[in-house]
């Protein structure tokens, strides 16, 4: 079993900073890739930011030069530095990392239960 827990999402003025963690734990063999996505209401679920086990990163382009995602290998955690935050991030934000169980069998997704970011106008 696998879980993934986030932590640091709240309410947040225009202009300001939040900082999201994501550990995960449990039977995990092996990370391929560890990221965040966001919701908005009415919106669909997409990609912010993907940090792959060489240390390459991938962003969304309305979150380029704002946010940063770094990873902490030892401690399987993800984090999400959002900065110069805009009301239009206001979603909730979710944890995704695929990995491994076994050092046999696939890749997965596994995802946190989500956070709630609100940036306030």
């Known amino acids: 079993q696998v879980q993934l827990v986030e932590s640091g999402g709240g309410l947040v003025q225009a202009g300001g900073s939040l900082r999201l963690s994501c550990a995960a734990s449990?039977?995990?063999?092996?990370?391929?890739?560890m990221g965040w996505y966001r919701q908005a209401p009415g919106k669909q679920r997409e990609l912010v930011a993907v940090?792959?086990?060489?240390?390459?990163?991938n962003y969304a382009d309305s979150v380029k030069g704002r946010f940063t995602v770094s990873r902490d290998n030892a401690k399987n955690t993800v984090y999400l530095q959002m900065n110069s935050l805009k009301p239009e991030d206001t979603a909730v934000y979710y944890c995704?990392?695929?990995?491994?169980?076994?050092?046999?069998?696939?890749?997965?997704?596994?995802w946190g239960q989500g956070t709630q970011v609100t940036v306030s106008s």
């Open positions: 995704n990392s695929i990995l491994k169980t076994t050092g046999w069998g696939p890749s997965l997704h596994y």
């Open positions: 449990g039977s995990i063999f092996s990370i391929n890739a």
């Open positions: 940090i792959i086990s060489g240390g390459s990163t």
